[in-house]
Every structure is written in C-alpha cells, then in structure tokens.
C-alpha cells in the first residue's frame, strides 16, 4: 500500500505530456495529491499549490511520487537531491519508471538512515501463484482494447465512478503503473514472470460478494504482436462477464510498430469474446469506448453512430459522454 | 553456452520419470552423456556407465546436469555434498529447478573458490527487447498443443532430426529447460518478464538464410487457463509459417486443472492458425502430433485414421512412426 497523501514531483519535465502521471493522478485522485514540486525548467504544471519538500512535509504529505514518464523510464541526476532530501524529511518515493530508485546509492542509503521506503510500482513486490481459471464469485469487467494507450485505465475508472455514483460496491483494479498510483495499489502485470500473467490477475481480483463490481485495467492488444501474451494472460486471469472495447480511430498503425496495421473492431471484439470465454463462458462485450480527441465534431457523431450501428452496444467517448450508456447495458 | 560432455546426475530419484530432464538428454543428445551419477536409493538408471565426480573428470567431463525434475522444483539437502564436490572438482553445475543453486551459500562458495559456473537454465540470461512483428528471412515451425505436455519438445526435435537426415538445414530453438540442456542453449520463454515473451522468441529464432528452418519448441496451450499467455507471445514472436499440434487423446482435462475440459483438436488447429497469423500471414497447421501411448493397439489406427479425416493432414505419433509425413507435407 502507498501511503497518502502525495507530493506530486514534476521534475523538470518539458511538456504537460511528459508529466502524464501526475496529470493522471491529479484528474483521478485529486484528494490525495497536496502540492506539486517543480525543478528549474519545469515546463508541466497542475492547478495545485507549489511546494517545496518542507512545505509538502508540513502539509501532511506522506510520499514524493514522481509523476514524469520520460523515455527509456530513466532517473536523471538533476533529481537526485530532490529525491533524496525527500527521504531525510520522512517521506517515501515512488516510482514507476524502469531505472529502479534502490540502484542509485545516496537514494538507498537515505532511505535506510530515514526509515523511509523506495516503492518501484512497476516492479512485483510478491510472487504469484500460477492462475487456475476456477470459477470464483463477484462480477467483474475488463476493459481490452484494438491497441496500445487507447483509453483502458481512463475508461474502466469512468466506469467505476458512474457504478459509485448509482451507489454499486465497485472498485477499480490497476494492471499498470499509473493506474497502480491512482489506485493506491495493483499489479503491474507487463512486469511478472510470464508463466504468472494469469496467476497475478487472479490474485488482484479475488473472489467478493455475488453483487460486487471489480473493473480491471487492460493491457496491450490481442492484435499488437510486441504484448499480446500479457493482454490474452490478463483476459484468461479477469474471468470478467463483460468487456468493454477502447479504440482510436485515427490511428493508422499500432503503437509503436508502423508496418502493423490496426485490427478491424468487430473482428477485435470477436477475438476477445472468444478468448475470454475459456474461463468465463458467458463473457460479451457490453459497450465500445471511443477517444474521439482526433475526429471533427462532425466526423464524431457520425462516427459513433455507424459503430453503434455495425456493434449493436452503446458507443461513447467516456470524456465526452461519459459511460452511463455502458453501465445501463451492463444492468439491462 | 553449456560446456558439453555432461556427467547426468540423477540423485535420489524415486523412479524412472522422475528424472525425465537426464531421460531426455540421454535420448536425443546420447553423445554428450559420458556417464550416470546416482545417490543411494536412486530408483531411476540409464543405459550408461555409473560414475563418481572422480570418474566423470577423469573421463573428460566439462559440467554436472542435475536431471532430475522433482515437485516444487526444489535442491534437496541431500544433493549439497556432490554438488559442491563436482564444482571443487572442476566442473560446472547445470540446473533447471526453481530452487537457485547460487541461493545455497556453500554452492556458491565452492564455484567461487573453483572458478566454475552455477547455470540456472530457467532464469534468463540476458534482457530482451520487446517483440516488433517485422517480417525475418529463413523458415520456421513452431510445436503448438492442445495442453501442457503432449509432446511439443519431443516433435520439434524429431521434425529436427527428420529434416536433418533429408540434407535439410534445421536447427530445433529450446524454449523450457529440458529442451534448453538438449540444444545446449535456448530460453525459457515462461521466465522472462511478461512484457517481452514474443521478444525473447524473436532474438532466439533471428533472420536465417532463406532456406533454412528453425524448428520452434512450443509451450503450454492457447486454452490452458494458467500458461496461454506465454503460447500466444510465443506464437507471435515465432513467425512461424507451420505449425505442428500435438496432442494426447486420453487425457480428460487440461493437465493441473481437474474442472478445464480439453478444447476440441480442430478448433484449436484454427485457433492457433488464426492467432500465428497476425504476424505470419501464411502460417497454417501442416500436421498432428499424437502421443498415443495410453491408446490401445487397435484404437490406435482408427484413432488416427479418424482424425486424418477430420483434418485433412498428416497424423502420427512421432514415436512410434517418426515425422516423415508432416515433412512431406510441409515440402509439397
């Protein structure tokens, strides 16, 4: 469990998208987050009161969490003193970048002389069993996606804000860095032992009341050929009844890979619906959300309407419509 | 690199099966076998010379295998005194256990002092870089099944020596550990971090001359509720145009999960067919695998014959038949 409230550190990212996980925490989390700590040169900012490392110990702040994700995931050296002064004044750092914070020595050894943790979300603070596929109680939802960054985390937190708004017991369940931030805690599934995808899955949505809602954050593609085997490891491990389908329609390859083309929704649906229902036989697709930032308001409309019309399930952008439509389909 | 010829050892295995990893060195690599290791109440043997630590140096060997495979995967303290007296002696210690032999500090000692090697076959030994799907010169096979454990290994290596009989170039690409101790090197794609299983694939099955095959070790089963997460990354970074399915008839469930029936054989033929070619669009199943050892003599050709017809492919059991005919068919 990370420790509340958060000192958002925004380092000297160069842009609002280097700063994508405190923008993250900031839009999902808003309570926990206290302040935001800008270095020289910082170009990404958030409506939150700046701090120092004093000012965010003297509120409260429990944890530094950095909140830029830069290329190659690496810890520059110009954040060293921030981070470690951090520890000295009693807070733990967070981090979900690749370089691990207990590499570097000064950080390791503040954190020992302050009693403070280094906590690197990306990297499994457990072992897992092997998964078993055994039916187990509580319902769940899976948001998959045709792609990469096609909206999974934001649309299943949509999805379980709409479900507390209606007064349901739902709880998202966060498969991936920032989603692990927002959380409070999770599984980054991309980072366990590739015999365990199914396995670490089941064991973060355990079994719960018959009535109760776990909405789990997709990874990956079953269509993008670097991270399939975690998507199809997570889809088998979920067991979720519903699955609700992220796309963005502007993209004219998968991420990352442009000679790979992107796979056609309903085929993409089909896919999922059949994979799923190895360990979950009554699995569907119950709704298709939409980022439509790319598309002309004219286009956009006309858009969802054709989706509807070749799905057949409610299609929204969850920013611009919000997912009400899905959740009566899920209740219907 | 494994350093070869190998001294087997077969510990205190309490029956033939029970050392499967050195049965199935000795049956496919017979020349790097110089000799047989038993500790008393060892119920397991070989068709090859009883050795000491002493006898197997004196005769020109380079690395201890342990061959036994045992549940949990665990270096009983048993074992430690022969371990520790073949490392002081000269040789290496090969081991695909769970258990880590560099985790038992007077192994680690002794390889130290010696200066030899603690090969740990299941824990890679480098990292990968994710999978990208861009086509690769030369042709390749990959060994699917219907479960874990019907013969995936087994096929692929005699696909391996078929095509090498031909005149063919062939080389079989361990992806487990007993195939990894066979080939002399390899990776077990099921122990590499989640995220880069179809990379891992990809760098042990690179760009060959174009008539050259890689025949690929499969592994678990695209409907086994635990593992098929790491076969469908392993089909994907595989890029393989042909595919052989093994398959075991008698089993009534999916091997570790009592409640998973078995998938119908020709569903998961199209299944895996559809999947292979998100990367490889002309990859199609070429042949059938059966291990048909619990089949009675009779069952056993109308069995095939039955399941010829409801393919349309060649079916054998490898054992019992070889692979001459998938070899055919894949030529023709």
Not at 97 to 110: G, V
Not at 180 to 207: K, M, N, Q
């Amino acid at each position: 469990m990370l420790q509340r409230p958060y000192l958002l550190f925004l380092g000297d990212a160069r842009d609002q998208l280097a700063a994508k996980t405190a923008i993250g925490l900031f839009a999902w989390r808003r309570d926990w987050c206290l302040g935001q700590l800008r270095l020289p040169g910082c170009s990404a900012m958030l409506d939150l009161p700046e701090m120092t490392v004093a000012d965010g110990v003297a509120a409260g702040a429990r944890t530094l969490v950095i909140g830029v994700a830069n290329a190659g995931g690496v810890i520059p050296p110009a954040w060293i003193d921030t981070l470690e002064a951090a520890l000295l004044s009693g807070l733990d750092v967070v981090s979900g970048l690749h370089d691990r914070l207990d590499a570097i020595a000064r950080l390791r050894d503040a954190a020992l002389a302050a009693g403070r943790s280094l906590v690197e979300v990306r990297v499994p603070a457990r072992s897992f069993p092997v998964g078993t596929g055994l039916p187990r109680s509580g319902r769940r939802l899976l948001t998959v996606g045709t792609d990469c960054s096609v909206g999974k985390m934001y649309t299943a937190l949509a999805i379980e804000r709409e479900m507390r708004v209606r007064g349901m017991e739902a709880d998202f369940r966060a498969t991936g860095q920032t989603g692990i931030l927002i959380a409070g805690d999770g599984v980054s599934v991309d980072a366990v032992v590739a015999d365990f995808i199914a396995g670490a899955t089941e064991w973060l949505t355990p079994a719960q009341q018959p009535e109760h809602w776990d909405l789990i954050e997709g990874q990956g593609s079953l269509f993008h050929p670097s991270y399939a085997g975690v998507s199809l490891g997570l889809l088998h491990g979920a067991q979720a009844e519903a699955l609700v389908i992220c796309h963005e329609p502007t993209r004219t390859h998968m991420r990352g890979l442009p000679h790979q083309p992107l796979p056609d929704l309903v085929s993409c649906i089909i896919a999922n619906e059949q994979a799923a229902r190895l360990t979950c036989p009554s699995a569907r697709c119950v709704g298709v959300a939409v980022n439509s930032s790319g598309l002309a308001v004219e286009a956009r409309s006309a858009y969802l309407r054709q989706l509807r019309e070749a799905t057949g399930l409610p299609c929204v952008d969850p920013l611009l419509d919000g997912v009400g439509a899905i959740v009566d389909r899920m209740l219907s």
